[in-house]
């Protein structure tokens, strides 16, 4: 396994989690990162990309303004900012790895390494 996303958990509405994905085992620099998620039932959507400057980022209608995306190519982490969670983010999240001569994309066809899931629940 390539990536490996961890950090899920229980929080209340109006919470914060930081998710993370250890990408130790990949050539991170060739690589942006897309953070997805499936809730119950659903299926899975694509939430977030990072490329490898600040500026080559992408969000989700659905979380724009309260996930932020971050990472650090000399450590092979990636993180996942999620503030002001709501009910509605409840779901497994994923994170996968895109080369970056794809561009900014969350096309899941085109990503070619997966993580395993980590499970967010946002409840009260």
């Known amino acids: 396994v390539q990536l490996q996303a961890s950090g899920g958990g229980l929080v209340q509405p109006g919470g914060s989690l930081r998710l993370s994905c250890d990408a130790s085992?990949?050539?991170?620099?060739?690589?942006?990162i897309g953070w997805f998620r499936q809730a119950p039932g659903k299926e899975r959507e694509g939430i977030s990309y990072?490329?490898?400057?600040?500026?080559?980022?992408y969000y989700a209608d659905s979380v724009k303004g309260r996930f932020t995306v971050s990472r650090d190519n000399a450590r092979s982490l990636v993180w996942l900012q999620m503030n002001r969670l709501k009910p509605d983010d409840t779901a497994i999240y994923y994170c996968?790895?895109?080369?970056?001569?794809?561009?900014?994309?969350?096309?899941?066809?085109?990503?070619?390494?997966w993580g395993q899931g980590t499970l967010v629940t946002v409840s009260s």
């Open positions: 085992r990949l050539s991170i620099d060739a690589y942006g």
């Open positions: 996968a790895a895109v080369p970056l001569v794809a561009g900014v994309t969350l096309d899941q066809n085109m990503y070619v390494f």
């Open positions: 990072r490329g490898n400057s600040a500026s080559n980022v």
